[in-house]
């Protein structure tokens, strides 16, 4: 069955420090999706993405986030200079359509934690 | 604010018994309402989607929806404890694209 990837699964940087999380989703999916989760706490919505280009974001989503597709399969999510309060699991999503009523598949996960 | 809104448990039930989770949602503009699974340190895992007002079965799943009271349910039949895990309710609104997740029921079932 095929499944959304995510790499790598754990990421340790240092405050202030670049990372970039990868995800490959489902291939006839349309839709890509980030969200994230702090330890025990609730799944936010980060940021959407169609036709390479960002379809919806949160207020999470500041200037510090960018997302890219830079080839036909690779979905990143970059965090341009990260704080303390980034460290989180980080989570792919995809989905064949968007638009509401689609499900979304999530990937495993990439677990950061910012030092 | 969009909220959806679930008991933190834990629910703690007994093996072969019925499990019923349940969830509220402030926005009246949500249409499509998932059930997700999640165990420690796991990503969620979809269990059910429910669209229409009413009962929805898979297997040993049954979603319910009430949109008028806005409220959604899952009850998980014959338990077991592979079913232990956090269940995420989750809301999305038509034309929109992005899922509002409650903070989850931690589900037990006592062997």
């Known amino acids: 069955e095929p499944e959304v990837t995510q790499t790598p699964s754990h990421q340790v940087t240092q405050m202030g420090q670049e990372v970039i999380l990868r995800c490959v989703p489902i291939?006839?999916?349309?839709?890509f999706y980030w969200y994230r989760q702090i330890l025990g706490q609730k799944v936010e919505f980060l940021v959407s993405?169609?036709?390479?280009?960002?379809?919806?974001k949160s207020e999470i989503f500041d200037d510090q986030f960018s997302v890219e597709r830079p080839d036909g399969s690779n979905f990143t999510l970059k965090i341009r200079s990260t704080k303390l309060e980034d460290s989180a699991m980080y989570f792919c999503?995809?989905?064949?359509?968007?638009?509401?009523?689609?499900?979304?598949?999530f990937g495993p996960g990439t677990r950061l934690l910012v030092l | 604010q969009k909220e959806v809104e679930q008991n933190s448990g834990p629910l703690s039930v007994p093996e072969g018994a019925i499990a019923s989770l349940n969830c509220t949602y402030s926005?009246?503009?949500?249409?499509?309402f998932f059930w997700y699974r999640q165990y420690s340190g796991k990503s969620p895992e979809l269990i059910m989607f429910i669209y229409s007002n009413g009962d929805k079965e898979d297997g040993r799943f049954t979603a319910q929806l009430n949109k008028a009271s806005q409220y959604v349910s899952l009850l998980i039949r014959d338990s077991q404890p592979s079913d232990s895990a956090t269940y995420l309710c989750?809301?999305?609104?038509?034309?929109?694209?992005?899922?509002?997740f409650g903070k989850g029921t931690r589900l037990h079932i006592l062997p």
């Open positions: 989750a809301a999305e609104m038509n034309r929109d694209d992005k899922i509002i």
């Open positions: 291939s006839n999916h349309l839709y």
């Open positions: 926005d009246r503009g949500s249409q499509s």
């Open positions: 993405f169609y036709n390479n280009e960002i379809s919806e």
């Open positions: 999503a995809s989905s064949e359509q968007g638009g509401g009523g689609e499900t979304q598949y």
